[in-house]
């Protein structure tokens, strides 16, 4: 039987969410929109246009390629002072000795999320990845998380998602998929467990520590 984990990057296994929210509230702003950082922050796990989007409804084309433009422009630079959330590499390491599919689903490009895979020290773990260009919709539609289960051979029962925003939770829930939630995203345990999380820890550290008790730890003894 298949059995596997999938993993989201930003938050979840590198400590990047706050380097993106700064990128984007100056993408914003710069084409003279004022939008509050903690509402950025809370938009952080969407794909580039969801977000404009979800933040900005109504922008046009034009004002939407020169945010994203700006984002990109101002992140990409930071990407080297990117650290793993605490546990991480570890936690995919243990995930993966165990006999349980590593696969992660990002709305990072490839190029990015490779490099933040790398980040984690422990990217041969890895046995697939989804990022950006392989889907049409992001999370919170379940498309990214039903193409993780397709590229690892997966039944949605047979898999648990692990994510640090409600973006996560929600994909995860409509794609039929048991999550649990990390709070090193910023994100609070009530709002994870209100979208769907069935546990919610610290950081990577803590679930390791707490992995046989874990939805992980049921799908092991499934």
């Not at 969407?46 to 979800?54: F, V």
């Not at 047979?158 to 999550?179: E, F, I, N, Q, Y």
């Amino acid at each position: 039987m298949r059995r596997g984990v999938i993993f989201d990057i930003d938050g979840t296994l590198v400590d990047s969410n706050y380097l993106h929210v700064v990128a984007w509230w100056e993408g914003f702003r710069r084409q003279g929109h004022d939008i509050l950082m903690v509402d950025v922050h809370g938009a952080i796990g969407r794909a580039d246009q969801s977000l404009i989007d979800y933040l900005l409804p109504g922008a046009t084309s034009e004002e939407a390629e020169a945010i994203s433009a700006t984002h990109s422009r101002l992140y990409k630079p930071r990407m080297d002072e990117v650290r793993p959330v605490p546990g991480a590499g570890e936690l995919l390491k243990a995930v993966a000795a165990r006999g349980l599919i590593v696969v992660v689903a990002t709305s990072a490009p490839k190029d990015q999320a490779e490099r933040l895979i790398a980040v984690t020290g422990a990217q041969d773990a890895v046995s697939e990845l989804v990022h950006a260009d392989d889907v049409d919709k992001s999370k919170p539609h379940p498309e990214p998380v039903r193409q993780a289960l397709e590229k690892a051979g997966l039944r949605p029962q047979d898999a648990v998602m692990l994510g640090d925003s409600v973006w996560d939770m929600l994909a995860a829930r409509s794609a039929k998929v048991t999550c649990a939630g990390l709070r090193s995203g910023g994100i609070d345990t009530a709002s994870l467990v209100e979208a769907g999380a069935e546990a919610v820890y610290k950081d990577c550290h803590d679930l390791l520590s707490h992995l046989e008790d874990s939805p992980i730890g049921r799908l092991l003894r499934n």
